[in-house]
DNA sequence: AAAAATATTTAGGGCATCCTAACTATTATT
DNA sequence: AATAATAGTTAGGATGCCCTAAATATTTTT
């Protein structure tokens, strides 16, 4: 149905319109697709012409409702692979993303329900990050960001707002993951660095950690 | 490493090598891959640049050792996958071979191993076909094909020579599979046909039918 | 062994995706 | 508001893999 290619591109237009809320620039995009510019402009106005992006020269693209749909689809389908690999091949977290970049390519909608079911159809992949729906709708988040708590609050971490290896393994290595609980004991008036008890132990956060991480409160 | 292209080459060469025992014509390649013979001819000299076969122009190709390791872990993951869909996600095996023609293609040597482990190391694919192992030799098979087994003959099915869905399907509706029972109680003079019984119920086996069966004997 | 049939290769293009360099539009600075 | 800086687009070219048509080699037939 699309190319490899175009499913990266929607896919990167999708997670890029998350933040910007005016069209997707041809440089952010260019940047996160590790291309050039001039690629991007190329395949944007491809997009353009078969209905998945609308497009204004110098004004950024924006996902259809096509387009938004299969980037959708893609993204199901990555988390879905990601979940997979952790819950039954016992990947690590921080190894499952470049995997996954392939085998969210896969085209079979058989597959991807099965993978689904033998997962009992999980809400979130292992960074958190809510899986869609088969219909295109997400489920209900209810998350905060850990820097943002009050003082005294408690809860439980839920998911990391960045994915790199590097911040993952330093999570495995102070023993934070999804599920850890928490509770806010201080904040620190100089650099925002909380005093925080993860599964009982006390540790000091930095503002940056606490920043990508999502919790939800108990 | 490879190209998808070029490890679907180094398959069909392989594949096409089993038989015919001198180099693998242009021609039948171009058939196998369904594409044309001009084609072929470039790829073939692609590959034989990267010393993935040896090629005389006029004379067909042959696979390298290189090209035979390459040609045989596409294989080994082709199988295990299918495998993974018949055992895990309950696929037919009648419906696994396309989306095999996929994942096989996937990069990624800790997947690979891992569905291997999941799967508990096995022997054959779903069609009974040997699978790879990692050091590239094959497991060891003792089949022989139904149609050249004598009267009284009795054992299991171990495998068949097409994979087509529509034999596939026929031997569903038979109720004949992998593992089934048989003895051989009869082989017409007329056509080769074979009285046999299947898991104890007497049938009817054409001759073609026969030729596309694998067995081991008690 | 010459002619006919078949198989293979070469020549010349097409399409998808990427690139660099040059040009143009938008935005920021003074 | 003019100029400088930045972002985006266009032009032209490269690569990978495919194609058709024409040329050539091999094999089969007579």
């Known amino acids: 149905m699309f190319t490899r290619s175009e499913e990266n591109y929607l896919k990167a237009i999708f997670h890029l319109q998350q933040d910007a809320k005016d069209g997707v620039s041809t440089n952010s995009l260019a940047e996160s697709l590790d291309t050039k510019a001039a690629s991007v402009t190329e395949m944007v106005k491809k997009l353009a012409g ?46 499952v993303h470049d995997v996954a970049e392939q085998l969210e390519h896969i085209q079979s909608e058989k597959l991807v329900d099965a993978i689904d079911k033998l997962l009992d159809y999980p809400k979130a992949d292992p960074h958190g990050d809510p899986i869609p729906c088969k219909d295109g709708t997400f489920p209900k988040e209810n998350k905060s960001v850990l820097s943002e708590c009050e003082i005294g609050a408690k809860g439980v971490i839920v998911g990391v707002k960045d994915s790199s290896p590097i911040f993952l393994k330093y999570l495995d290595k102070l023993e934070i993951g999804i599920n850890s609980n928490f509770k806010i004991n201080d904040k620190e008036a100089f650099d925002a660095a909380l005093d925080i008890e993860i599964d009982g132990k006390p540790l000091q956060l930095s503002a940056k950690m606490a920043a990508n991480l999502f919790v939800e409160f108990l």
């Open 50 to 95: 078969k209905n998945l992006v609308s497009y204004k020269k110098y004004y950024g693209a924006t996902l259809t409702e096509k387009g938004t749909e299969q980037a959708l689809k893609v993204i199901r389908k990555h988390r879905l692979w990601e979940s997979f690999l952790v819950e039954r091949l016992d990947f690590n977290w921080d190894e």
